[in-house]
């Protein structure tokens, strides 16, 4: 069984297509380890936010890819 990733979930539910706002410069959209993100806050390196979207995918309890 296939699970939706978030974009996907949230424009079907015609909550926000992230790809046509990113697109058309209406959201600001950052490709970041999540790693990065407190200290990019902290620092204020995104600016003010009034909404983040963090998303993590493919996360499984045991280890189901070699590669």
Known sequence: MSRPELEGALSDAGVI???NETNNSNI???DMHLSNT???VKYGFLGKMDIALVEAIAIYKKRKYDG
């Open 17 to 19: 297509n992230c790809r």
């Open 38 to 40: 407190p200290q990019w």
């Open 28 to 30: 600001k959209y950052v």
